[in-house]
T-cell receptor
Framework: AQKVTQAQTEISVVEKEDVTLDCVYE???????LFWYKQPPSGELVFLIR??????QNEISGRYSWNFQKSTSSFNFTITASQVVDSAVYFC????????????FGKGTRLSVIA | EAQVTQNPRYLITVTGKKLTVTCSQN?????MSWYRQDPGLGLRQIYY???????DKGDVPEGYKVSRKEKRNFPLILESPSPNQTSLYFC??????????????FGQGTRLTVV
């Protein structure tokens, strides 16, 4: 069975601090995808990134960066110089590559960035 | 513009009164699914469909029905809603999960309250 664990339920940081959101996953698949989604207070789900299991390169997009480590089954997300607009719930998710494998979500981490 | 449209966005209903939440996508995606989001539980899959007339249960299907008569539409039906189905519901669509670079597009969510 697939499982995603986001151990941090809530995090508060002061604006301009860096913050890392942890994601640990379990899967028996050899090929899989990992995702991060952002859910702002308005409620919609915003896609941030997808990572294929065979590509362990870290990725940076502006203030966002992702650290994928297959050896520890982790896919952590770092926000550099956080801003108030980063306040949201962030979900890590895992998907297999066959047709009947759903997108499995972690329980989410609520990030509050205080001005 | 690529989008997944859910209706209604908000709904308050009474126990036992049948309701349907509609979902429509304009991307010609094969794969569609329904999730519910509850505090502390993240998003859990209710039902999914891999193509027209092909549907299957997710993790929490009890009390729900779906149909997929056309590729673009995937309605969620609650034949006899109960208060424990009060939740935030998301519809999602994507290309086949096995396709590289697949990404799930989510609707804006439907907040359902059953009293």
């Amino acid at each position: 069975a697939q499982k995603v664990t986001q151990a941090q339920t809530e995090i508060s940081v002061v604006e301009k601090e860096d913050v890392t959101l942890d994601c640990v996953y379990e899967t028996r698949d050899t090929t899989y995808y990992l995702f991060w989604y952002k859910q702002p207070p308005s409620g919609e789900l915003v896609f941030l990134i997808r990572r294929n299991s065979f590509d362990e390169q870290n990725e940076i997009s502006g203030r966002y960066s992702w650290n994928f480590q297959k050896s520890t089954s982790s896919f952590n997300f770092t926000i550099t110089a956080s801003q108030v607009v980063d306040s949201a719930v962030y979900f890590c998710a895992l998907s297999g590559t066959s047709g009947n494998t759903p997108l499995v979500f972690g329980k989410g981490t609520r990030l509050s960035v205080i001005a | 513009e690529a989008q997944v449209t859910q209706n209604p966005r908000y709904l308050i209903t009474v126990t036992g009164k049948k309701l349907t939440v509609t979902c429509s996508q304009n991307m010609n995606h094969e794969y569609m699914s329904w999730y519910r989001q509850d505090p502390g539980l993240g998003l859990r899959q209710i039902y999914y469909s891999m193509n027209v007339e092909v549907t299957d249960k997710g993790d929490v299907p009890e009390g729900y029905k779906v149909s997929r008569k056309e590729k673009r539409n995937f309605p969620l039906i609650l034949e006899s809603p109960s208060p424990n189905q009060t939740s935030l519901y998301f519809c999602a669509s994507s290309t086949h999960p096995g396709v590289p670079n697949t990404e799930a597009f989510f609707g804006q969510g439907t907040r359902l309250t059953v009293v």
